[in-house]
């Protein structure tokens, strides 16, 4: 086999881990500042989060397309198509808060939403690159490029915050420079495309797919592991202010939180293939039971710091273990359906905890809030741990 072929996986997860990483400096950004700006323009402080709400909304819109798109077009067209949106997003939000629309602002990440969406299928298109033996662990290296975005979105947040009036006009602005280099990047992935046959050929139903107890452990892990990291990462911003800390430490804190989210994906795919799933699976619950009790034991800076770390690596091992196990469901004609469907199941729950997110922030508090994460992460433990007893242990 030529040395090219062989070296064209690690390229191509090479590639995708970039993107990944400016796919989060955009993410990370969002959530640092738009529940602040959107606090600002909004005429009710209760919709604080509707513009992150839209965020999800667009995601949750497009992942369908965006997979049916890919499974046509290829994967390199489609990615292109994505930054392109989030191009279109950015400057629709710098523009939003130089004229203080709160409603441009909303259709912006919305834009910004959709370019989520097809940047999601990052750690899928890292999967069709690898053989079985080393799909985990591309599909946890290319999600590691998230620690780029870890680093650079909150500083970025705390650079440009001031450096154009209206304050993070410059922020928004700066995210469609990130957004355009991502699209030079995905233009040099080399992916093979579906064959016509595959691309044609429908598969078993989706019903048929949903009914594996794996699909539906995968299918939890990833979105209740979403949900509650999104409920609680989403009001931090807002916590924080209520608390009286400074801007700077609301970054300190979403910059580990990020790379606890994507730090340990160097040695995930590793974990999971020697530990096995389930282990990995548990383990992520665990640590959002940990990040829970430390979010109830107080609001210092460190109390937030410690929260949202441990709430980054419970999602990492959650969302790739996840995705991880949905790897293991579909057959390749069958990807598109099941990889959109499940992205969906996610962007919806995402949506719920976003807009419940603000209201239960400036309603109840940070604390309550936590209490409402324990039940999705008890159904993700639950679900796990019955999979195991009755499928898992077994095979």
């Not at 099941?338 to 419940?356: E, P, R, Y």
């Amino acid at each position: 086999m030529p040395a090219a072929s062989v070296r064209q996986p690690y390229r191509n997860v090479a590639l995708l881990a970039l993107c990944q990483g400016f796919l989060l400096t955009n993410g990370v950004t969002l959530v640092a500042v738009n529940g602040l700006v959107g606090l600002r323009l909004a005429d009710d402080p209760h919709l604080a989060t509707l513009p992150l709400t839209a965020y999800v909304l667009g995601a949750a819109l497009t992942t369908l397309p965006a997979a049916f798109l890919m499974k046509h077009r290829g994967r390199r067209f489609g990615f292109v198509t994505g930054s392109g949106l989030g191009i279109v997003g950015a400057l629709l939000g710098a523009l939003a808060v130089w004229l203080g629309s709160f409603w441009l602002l909303c259709l912006g990440t919305m834009f910004s939403g959709s370019y989520n969406a097809f940047g999601q299928q990052y750690r899928f298109a890292a999967a069709d690159a690898a053989d079985l033996s080393w799909k985990g662990k591309a599909i946890a290296l290319t999600l590691a490029g998230g620690i780029l975005g870890g680093v650079i979105g909150p500083e970025l947040s705390k650079h440009t915050r001031e450096l154009l009036q209206p304050t993070f006009v410059a922020t928004y602005a700066s995210l469609a420079v990130f957004a355009f280099i991502s699209m030079l990047l995905v233009s040099r992935l080399q992916i093979p495309p579906l064959s016509e046959f595959e691309q044609h050929t429908a598969g078993r139903s989706l019903r048929e797919i949903a009914r594996q107890p794996a699909f539906i452990v995968a299918v939890l892990a990833a979105a209740c592991g979403y949900g509650v990291m999104n409920l609680l990462m989403t009001a931090t911003p807002i916590a924080m202010d209520m608390c009286q800390h400074p801007f700077g430490d609301t970054a300190f804190v979403l910059e580990w939180h990020v790379i606890g989210m994507f730090a340990p994906s160097f040695f995930t795919g590793t974990l999971i293939r020697r530990f096995g799933l389930v282990k990995v699976l548990a383990a992520g619950a665990l640590l959002m039971f940990a990040c829970i009790a430390t979010a109830l034991a107080g609001t210092s800076v460190m109390h937030f710091w410690w929260a949202l770390l441990l709430l980054g690596v419970g999602w990492n091992f959650l969302y790739i273990g996840g995705t991880t196990l949905l790897t293991e469901t579909y057959r390749p004609a069958e990807k598109a359906k099941v990889q959109g469907s499940n992205d969906l199941m996610v962007f919806a729950v995402q949506g719920i905890t976003s807009l419940s997110s603000g209201a239960l922030i400036t309603r109840a508090g940070w604390e309550t809030l936590n209490y409402w994460a324990l039940p999705a992460v008890s159904l993700t433990a639950l679900a796990t741990a019955l999979w195991w007893l009755t499928v898992a242990r077994k095979r």
